[in-house]
């Protein structure tokens, strides 16, 4: 049983940090993967970094290199994407998602808008 809530999102300014957290009502993801994806309309979803339990991390999509950081607070159980420097085309519905691996995902967050003006 898992249950993912998103938090974090908003309308932001060019340049500005976010941090975007997620996590579960328990700690049933305590041992799962967890990644953050994005996605805007008629455009695939994208993987933007993931984290295993272990706190091994999948290479940063090109887009977010040097500006996004993924981590994982293992007392709150939760997975937090800091994102520095926003750009205008980092604009998209962010989702969370836990999975048993970086390349299985079982359970998604609600998913978050995050707008970046310029």
């Known amino acids: 049983q898992v249950q993912l809530v998103e938090s974090g999102g908003g309308l932001v300014q060019a340049g500005a940090p976010l941090r975007h957290s997620c996590g579960d009502s328990?700690?049933?993801?305590?041992?799962?993967?967890m990644g953050w994806f994005r996605q805007n309309p008629g455009k695939e979803r994208e993987l933007v970094a993931a984290?295993?339990?272990?706190?091994?991390?999948?290479p940063y999509a090109d887009s977010v290199k040097g500006r996004f950081t993924i981590s994982r607070d293992w007392v709150k159980n939760t997975v937090i994407l800091q994102m520095n420097n926003l750009k205008p085309e980092d604009t998209a519905l962010y989702y969370c998602?836990?999975?048993?691996?970086?390349?299985?995902?079982?359970?998604w967050g609600q998913g978050t808008q995050v707008t970046v003006s310029s």
């Open positions: 998602a836990a999975g048993a691996t970086t390349r299985q995902w079982d359970y």
């Open positions: 328990g700690r049933a993801t305590s041992r799962y993967a």
């Open positions: 984290i295993t339990w272990t706190g091994s991390t999948t």
